[in-house]
């Protein structure tokens, strides 16, 4: 089996939906289009052809299958609607674009749970009183703003066993940090991206400004203080 396969640069799992492999190629040409590194010295060519390319292999069924087949040694494959990592069974260190497409994953739920914990935790505050008095479509309607932060909760536990099992430290789940390592590792993609993230650092302090570094805490901070409510308000409830 080859080890860095088309999946691997799109950092999706081998059952995929078409809808998964367009949202992570899309994600990622933000990110490595060469228009967007021209100011940072970097040249993102390369990789980005290689993006398009997997993109154009995996949308196609016909060619995905022939790929399959080629490199994986099978003709079919059951497509699950939704996968975050590397599978069961196989040893390989999944690539960094698995590990940037989780950290992007986890934001995008963190803050869906937001503005569903805000209203419920109004709901909550109200009066007994008050509450006998709400309809039963309101009721229904708390029930599954419920059930939809348990799910919430339940895929944000799992992207968190993956990057902790990558052994990324929290301080580095952040866009900024995850799309610094991502721009320098698809360069050379055999490169430790652990080693990377030191360099961030030293990137952090000898770039930017105290005011810029602030900001990034700060973000960072109320990022970890949704997720950490997220994982809390489900276990309350």
Do not use: C
């Amino acid at each position: 089996m080859k080890s860095h396969t088309y999946y691997d640069v799109l950092g999706v799992s081998r059952d995929a939906t078409l809808e998964e492999i367009t949202t992570a190629k899309n994600a990622l040409a933000k990110v490595y289009h060469p228009d967007a590194n021209i100011h940072k010295d970097i040249d993102t060519t390369a990789f980005m052809q290689e993006i398009l390319e997997a993109y154009r292999v995996l949308s196609d069924a016909e060619q995905r299958k022939d790929y399959d087949r080629e490199v994986f040694g099978v003709t079919s494959r059951v497509f699950r609607t939704f996968t975050v990592g590397p599978e069961n069974g196989e040893e390989e260190q999944a690539s960094f674009v698995t590990y940037w497409n989780t950290v992007n994953h986890l934001h995008e739920i963190t803050g869906e749970s937001v503005h569903l914990i805000k209203h419920s935790s109004i709901k909550r505050s109200l009066p007994q009183r008050i509450l006998r008095k709400i309809k039963n479509k309101d009721r229904q309607e708390e029930d599954a703003r419920m059930r939809q932060i348990e799910q919430l909760s339940a895929q944000a536990a799992q992207y968190i066993t993956i990057l902790e099992m990558a052994g990324i430290p929290t301080e580095y789940w952040s866009p900024d940090a995850m799309n610094w390592v991502l721009i320098r590792w698809g360069q050379k993609q055999t490169m430790d991206f652990h080693v990377l993230f030191s360099r961030y650092d030293s990137y952090i302090e000898e770039t930017m400004t105290g005011t810029e570094k602030m900001r990034l805490r700060s973000q960072n901070r109320q990022f970890h203080h949704n997720l950490k409510k997220l994982l809390s308000y489900a276990l309350e409830a």
